[in-house]
């Protein structure tokens, strides 16, 4: 190593105040270009690959075939998808409300989070291929079998963190509370529930990257208009391009959920 | 009128299948608007007596009044405000929201504007601003503030300057006792510091440890108001001696 120790730390010493500077300038710029640098890349490498080993079009498209059965198949797309989202917001929605009210009532009583904890454990586990006949049959083959599929798979991860949350408040914060003559409500919404928010948004998080694909699986079992359909759909007539359209499409919905629950939580728990 | 008045009081906790007495026989007569301090050794219940006061525990043995009614009835009516050994802000709400809190829980309307109560802290200028971006004696300041937003009839502290330096926490007592003439709440202050409650108090009582009980009682009759310059007085010296020797005789009797 030439210099050593010494070389280095002078190196070093004249960085730290330049890079504020520059990450000031163009901290919102970079990240879009960071963005459209790495799906520039991915394309190419995809073109590289079917042209580089000759993969015919049966097992994988061009990025441009692909591009033309978007534009194609466009309209089909836009109403698949918003129907697929629709039925993840939906769905992540009543799973934080049921997920909160769960979580709140065992903050009120250990037993009965001992009793029901097991319950919910066992709803989970069980593959949803499974429940899936039951909710159809419950529920009929529209979105609210869809919702019923991301609650079921969201509502753990939210369920467990908020619950870990709500059981984090500082023991002083509780006394403070309670010299104050607060009901259990005020202190819930006033102390209990701010305290627990990063909690809760770590399982929402958690919870988003898998609600699409579990929508997606809903609309495989049950046949609803969406994207799920849009891609079975394709894929059984051997169409490449309109299915890796639709992927491609729930890829990109389901990144963007990612980041929209991510964004909330720097807004209201950062 | 709210004396608090301690019967018999005892506390003993469960540790396991061991009983732990932490308060033994507590009797006492804390007269409304007078200023107590409880001094003892680490282990001896003293903010276990405060929180027995404020409803945060209830005794296992005796009665607590405070005026007529039994503790939690006070805690109900939010007639107690407690100060504890750290702030306990909510670290998402601002200054004057810290001191809001006590009035939004009663939803009666604040005895004492937060605004003003921000300048009787001296904390005028924060109104605004986060816990973060506070020492910890201004931190302190609006925790004190806080406790007194809606004109408590009783005002427990526990330690509450126990983390400040001395310069601040002699500040800081002279500012309490400003606050606590003008309100003419009922103050009880655990401390382990024998001149801060020489200084501050009408009556000390020392506590002996294990268990915890009154070992002995002591009235301090210097004149008030009283500023710094007691400090050099015989009179508060005396005082001071007399606190000791009680402290050290109790630590005898419990070796």
Redesign the interface.
């Known amino acids: 190593m030439p210099g050593g120790p010494m070389a280095e730390a002078t190196s070093d010493a004249p960085a730290p105040p330049r890079r504020p500077f520059a990450m000031a300038r163009s901290g919102r710029l970079t990240g879009l270009v960071k963005l459209l640098l790495a799906v520039a890349v991915i394309v190419a490498l995809w073109q590289a690959i079917i042209f580089w080993w000759q993969v015919p079009a049966f097992i994988a498209p061009t990025p441009g075939a692909v591009a033309g059965a978007f534009v194609s198949h466009f309209q089909e797309i836009v109403s698949s998808i918003a129907y697929t989202l629709r039925s993840v917001l939906l769905g992540m929605g009543l799973a934080l409300i049921l997920a909160l009210i769960l979580a709140g009532l065992f903050t009120l009583s250990p037993l009965l989070s001992r009793a029901l904890l097991p319950l919910v454990i066992i709803l989970r586990t069980a593959p949803i291929l499974a429940i899936a006949p039951i909710l159809i049959l419950i529920f009929g083959r529209g979105l609210t079998t869809s919702i019923a599929v991301v609650v079921m798979v969201s509502f753990f991860p939210i369920m467990v963190n908020a619950a870990k949350g709500l059981g984090s408040t ?1 023991p ?2 509780l ?8 009901t259990w409500g ?1 202190t819930f919404h ?2 209990r529930l ?1 305290y627990a928010l990063p909690y809760v948004f770590t399982g929402i998080r958690l919870a988003s990257a898998g609600a699409v694909l579990s929508a997606m699986l809903a609309e495989w079992l049950s046949g609803a208009p969406g994207i799920g359909t849009f891609i079975l759909e394709a894929s059984s007539y051997r169409d490449q391009p309109r299915m890796w359209a639709g992927v491609v499409t729930s890829v990109i919905s389901a990144v963007a959920f990612f980041a929209l629950t991510t964004q909330a939580e720097r807004r209201l728990a950062g | 009128m709210s004396d608090i008045t301690l019967s018999d009081v005892g506390m003993m906790f469960d540790i396991g299948h061991r009983k732990i007495t932490a308060l033994r026989g507590i009797d006492a007569v804390l007269p409304s608007g007078s200023f107590t301090a409880l001094i003892g050794p680490s282990g001896c219940g003293k903010s276990t007596l405060l929180r027995l006061i404020a409803d945060v525990l209830a005794p296992t043995s005796g009665e607590i009044r405070i005026g007529d009614h039994a503790p939690d009835a006070a805690r109900k009516r939010h007639e107690i405000g407690f100060v504890f050994q750290d702030p306990t802000l909510l670290p998402w709400r601002s200054v004057v929201e810290n001191i809001r809190l006590p009035v939004e829980v009663a939803g009666q309307p604040a005895a004492r504007q937060p605004e003003e109560l921000v300048e009787l802290v001296g904390l005028k200028g924060f109104e605004q601003a986060r816990p973060a971006q506070l020492s910890g004696g201004m931190q302190q300041r609006v925790a004190i503030a806080r406790a007194l937003a809606l004109s408590p009839k009783v005002l427990l502290m526990d330690e509450p300057f126990g983390a400040l330096d001395e310069i601040t926490r002699q500040k800081m007592n002279i500012e309490l006792l400003n606050i606590w003439r003008e309100t003419g709440t009922t103050a009880v202050l655990v401390t382990h510091s024998i001149s801060e409650a020489v200084f501050m108090a009408d009556r000390v009582l020392v506590l002996s440890a294990n268990p915890g009980q009154v070992a002995d009682r002591i009235d301090i009759d210097l004149p008030r108001p009283r500023a710094l310059d007691l400090m050099q007085d015989p009179a508060f010296h005396a005082h001071e001696n007399a606190v000791r020797a009680a402290l050290f005789s109790g630590e005898r009797t419990a070796a």
């Open positions: 500082p002083n914060a006394e403070l509370m309670r010299v104050a003559g607060a005020q006033k102390v701010p």
